[in-house]
């Protein structure tokens, strides 16, 4: 069962431009972490943000954690065209042991 | 330092041949899971590992076989192929289980046949 459910499905900007990428989940949460895929290569780790947290930066990203609402936003600032990628939210339930993944974002990044 | 390495990247598999994908990490870490990707979904949990000797069932784990015998490696057995589940494949470890962030292998591109 899906988790996390990131919205909008897909995305396409102009390179320079800011990207948001939404995740909402359904249950109590230990923390969610934002991963990203290149085409054909596996995931690559970008923030994880524990549910005491409210708002984490690490360089051009920049995500928020609502758990009154169960969402989350990460934003990439000023795009690149290398940040062309699919970008996919897991939680950790405080119920099991387990990383719960959503479907992603892919993002289309234009030159 | 080469993280979390996966083998074979590409198969092709007739239905109801077995193979076994290979998962090795030089991290030291107890934490270990394969997890499927289908076109249009999430990953999902096959099977994990909190260390050697121990493994435990995902969300599908139906076909599918472990062991872990070493914190290293942590081999996922198809027993007996069947088209459902051409997919890629990750391997993925972690200091702390869902608590750390994961590393993920370059994946296998699985299809039966």
């Known amino acids: 069962s899906q988790q996390g459910e990131e919205d909008p499905q897909a995305l396409s900007i102009q390179e320079g431009e800011n990207a948001t990428m939404n995740c909402s989940y359904k249950?109590?949460?230990?923390?969610l972490q934002w991963y990203r895929q290149n085409s054909g290569r596996g995931l690559v780790h970008l923030i994880l943000i524990r549910s005491n947290e409210r708002e984490k930066h690490s360089g051009r990203l920049r995500v928020t954690l609502d758990t009154s609402k169960k969402s989350s936003s990460l934003l990439i600032t000023a795009s690149r065209a290398a940040d062309t990628a699919s970008y996919f939210c897991a939680t950790a339930s405080v119920s099991n042991y387990q990383l719960i993944w959503g479907a992603g974002t892919k993002l289309i990044i234009k030159p | 330092n080469a993280g979390v390495t996966q083998t074979p990247k590409f198969q092709v598999l007739k239905t109801g041949q077995s193979m076994t994908l290979q998962c090795a990490q030089d991290?030291?870490?107890?934490?270990m899971s394969w997890y499927r990707q289908d076109p249009g979904m999430g990953l999902r949990l096959i099977h994990y590992?909190?260390?050697?000797?121990?493994?435990d069932q995902g969300e599908v784990p139906n076909g599918y076989n472990v062991s872990r015998s070493t914190t290293e490696d942590f081999p996922l057995r198809l027993l007996s192929a069947a088209p459902s589940q051409t997919s890629v494949y990750f391997c993925?470890?972690?200091?702390?289980?869902?608590?750390?962030?994961?590393?993920f292998g370059q994946g296998t591109r699985l299809t039966v046949v």
């Open positions: 590992s909190v260390g050697a000797g121990i493994t």
């Open positions: 993925a470890s972690s200091y702390g289980g869902q608590n750390t962030e994961a590393f």
């Open positions: 991290m030291n870490h107890e934490y």
């Open positions: 249950t109590s949460i230990n923390n």
